[in-house]
């Protein structure tokens, strides 16, 4: 019977991995004991081992591509807390106001620092548009104009008007809600329930007609033109999802419009990445177009589904360079969240390039109108 170290040479051979190789996507081993780790726990473990420096990469991107496009994981059989993980999301609702609020606040309150210096000016924290810009630039002042170039689309795609009542669900350190109080003369609600984001968008947003309320979106009312959410449905759960949609329909206007701008997934899931869900997004589910649509049946048309994927590639790398530049300014964060923080980065940016995860935009409107609203926009 082959050995961990073995076998774990061997599926490294399927993805077209050499260990110790020049490769971009080739591996440098620094303890053979993290063979175990991960045919253990998978991708649980092959972060792991990253993180406490029992490997490296020559591009950690790269390699995490071959890793995600070969699907090594299928080969390896699940340890028994990987079971017990996809069971308790299964029976528990792991997004339930009280977690959903821990959840946002593991991820999004560690500092404003660290996100400062990662971030476009704005901090907008989603796939930027990079469809006009220069592919080949990847400077700070690029990554501002295309995540500019996102926030004038959703604006465009919701047809904003001077006056109209926006709400920004999931609405980060206010920077769309910003924009579109500058631009377009909206008067804008923004909710979020981690306090670091709260404060900074408050400030950020202080002489607009723009309201920024910590919440979370079930405690929501009032009545809204338009509604939008931007990287935040990730984090909703898939037993939330109807609750999602109807609280949307309570909230918008007859007449009006939302856009949901979602990281997806191929597949129809319950449960998240288990690396990602202990480090990264506690409760973290990627929707699929099929739980999407299944949640807003009945209630809603679905007018447009936009993939831009490929573009999150590009954002990533873009955020990885920023803070990897800047990392000596936060040296509160020791080594092991720095490694951490890398492979989230790149392991994303692997997952978008072998096109295993997607992101869409998604307009609706209230289903059986007498009369369309909505005009196709790219």
């Avoid at 377009?184 to 723009?210: F, H, I, K, N, W």
């Avoid at 990281?263 to 449960?271: A, E, L, V």
């Avoid at 506690?282 to 679905?302: D, E, F, T």
Wanted: proline fraction near 5%.
């Amino acid at each position: 019977m082959p050995d961990a170290k073995s076998t774990g040479l061997e599926l490294l051979s399927r993805a077209g991995v050499t260990v110790g190789g020049d490769a971009p996507h080739d591996i440098h081993i620094h303890d053979d004991g993290i063979w175990s780790h991960i045919l253990r726990d998978r991708e649980l473990g092959l972060g792991e081992t990253y993180m406490d420096g029992g490997w490296d990469a020559n591009r950690l991107d790269e390699f995490l591509t071959l890793v995600q496009t070969a699907d090594l994981r299928s080969l390896v059989t699940p340890s028994p807390q990987l079971f017990v993980l996809a069971a308790k999301s299964r029976i528990m609702n792991r997004q339930s106001r009280a977690r959903a609020r821990r959840n946002a606040r593991a991820h999004y309150n560690i500092g404003n620092d660290l996100y400062e210096r990662m971030l476009d000016k704005r901090m907008i924290y989603s796939c930027a548009y990079w469809k006009d810009t220069d592919h080949e630039v990847l400077d700070e002042g690029a990554l501002d104009a295309a995540q500019e170039a996102k926030l004038d689309l959703i604006c465009r795609k919701l047809g904003l008007e001077p006056g109209m009542t926006l709400l920004d669900v999931g609405c980060g350190w206010g920077g769309f809600a910003q924009f579109a109080a500058q631009r377009y003369q909206v008067e804008v609600t923004g909710v979020s329930p981690a306090e670091e984001q709260v404060s900074l968008a408050r400030q950020r947003c202080a002489d607009l007609p723009v309201r920024i309320v910590q919440a979370d979106y079930r405690e929501l009312d009032g009545a809204y033109d338009r509604i939008t959410s931007i990287g935040m449905m990730e984090h909703v759960g898939p037993k939330n999802l109807p609750t999602f949609f109807d609280k949307c329909r309570e909230l918008l206007d007859p007449d009006g419009m939302m856009l949901h701008h979602t990281i997806g997934s191929n597949d129809w899931q319950t449960s998240g990445d288990p690396w990602f869900d202990r480090y990264i997004f506690p409760g973290g589910v990627l929707p699929s177009l099929g739980q999407i649509a299944k949640a807003a049946q009945s209630h809603w048309s679905i007018e447009d589904v936009h993939n831009f994927g490929p573009y999150y590639t590009r954002t990533l790398l873009a955020w990885d360079a920023n803070i990897s530049a800047r990392w000596p300014e936060i040296p509160h964060y020791d080594e092991r969240f720095r490694r951490m923080w890398h492979y989230y980065l790149m392991s994303s940016a692997a997952g978008f390039r072998a096109r295993a995860i997607q992101l869409w935009q998604v307009v609706f409107t209230r289903a059986k109108r007498s009369r369309p609203i909505w005009t196709p926009i790219r």
